[in-house]
């Protein structure tokens, strides 16, 4: 027998594809507009809504019990503000320049549609082992769009990934460049970022009917 029933593993798998917190249940569109233009900062977020939403859901979970129903809103609000800061300080100490340009979108995890609507739907009513789980997959799914996103917006932008030049110099025309092609600013541009979102949405339902159907 595994680490994982195979009910406990679906908690982390299905949020990855058939039931992806972006492109399912279509939340948390605003970061995946806001932070997508650099892949650094997606990846940094992603694994930031890792770490709030895994421990987070485990911290409601064993406070469940004791939470009066009037003011358990406040007491999540508390508890993933509290895992924000440590985030947003443990950013300040590490990688300064980043912090300050997701400086603002990593105070507005505490409002993010995905982690407060987990708190509610799971956590509040299951054990901390399976609450941790479905944070885990669920910031793992919204991650993973994330990382999508930002690896076209940069590359096709920017023409970087990671900041290291990929497609070659556009100022001393090497690597693609030499042929002619060129950057396209747009995708730096929020609005892009939807239409990749939107692009990616378009996949994955259609992707889910040909699975029904079948």
Known sequence: M??????????????????????????????????????KASIVMAVSVLFVLGIGNVVISLMRNIIPSKIRIIVQLVVVAALVIIVDQVLKAYAYELSKTLSVFVGLIITNCIIMGRFEAFA?????????????????????I???????????????LLGF???????????????????????LLSPMALIVVGIIIWVQRSRNESLIED
Do not use: H
């Open 124 to 144: 509040l009513g299951n054990g901390p082992w399976r609450s941790f789980l479905d944070g885990i997959g669920n910031a793992a799914g919204y991650g993973l």
């Open 146 to 160: 994330l990382i999508i996103v930002g690896f076209f917006r940069e590359l096709l932008g920017s023409g970087t």
């Open 2 to 39: 595994g680490l994982l029933s195979k009910k406990d593993a679906k908690l982390i798998t299905d949020p990855l594809a058939d039931n992806n917190p972006i492109t399912i249940q279509v939340l948390g569109i605003c970061s995946a507009l806001a932070i997508t233009a650099e892949l």
């Open 165 to 187: 030049k990929v497609l070659g110099d556009p100022i001393e025309k090497t690597g693609l460049y030499a042929i002619g092609y060129e950057n396209n600013g747009f995708m």
